[in-house]
């Protein structure tokens, strides 16, 4: 069992940064795929950007790419998600989700999931 905690999301301008993080516990962490999720009013909840476990390699959807990062703090059993340049079509609400296994940009693969964080970019 993995628990997920979201944090930093927020109102900002367009061009503007935010950092969200999502702490875990409850299993090994460094050992799950870790993935951001978001989902604006009325569309479906689509992939943003994943991190390995083992190599921390990352791929993010072409919509967010050059802009977002991903990256890990397996010490500290804690993922980010970097955001900048954002744009009023980023508002969402932004879900952290674990898995084992291969990494995926489904998210019906991924195992476990937090409460979600809202982020709203202002034009």
């Known amino acids: 069992q993995v628990q997920l905690v979201e944090s930093g999301g927020g109102l900002v301008q367009a061009g503007g940064s935010l950092r969200l993080s999502c702490a875990a516990s409850?299993?090994?962490?460094?050992?799950?795929?870790m993935g951001w999720f978001r989902q604006a009013p009325g569309k479906d909840r689509e992939f943003v950007a994943t991190?390995?476990?083992?190599?921390?390699?990352?791929f993010y959807a072409d919509s967010v790419k050059g802009r977002f990062t991903i990256s890990r703090d397996n010490a500290k059993n804690t993922v980010y998600l970097q955001m900048n340049s954002l744009k009023p079509e980023d508002t969402a609400i932004y879900y952290c989700a674990a898995k084992q296994g291969a990494w995926s940009n489904s998210h019906d693969t991924y195992d476990y999931w937090g409460q979600g964080t809202q982020v709203t970019v202002s034009s």
């Open positions: 409850g299993s090994t962490f460094n050992s799950y795929n």
């Open positions: 991190i390995t476990w083992i190599t921390y390699s990352a």
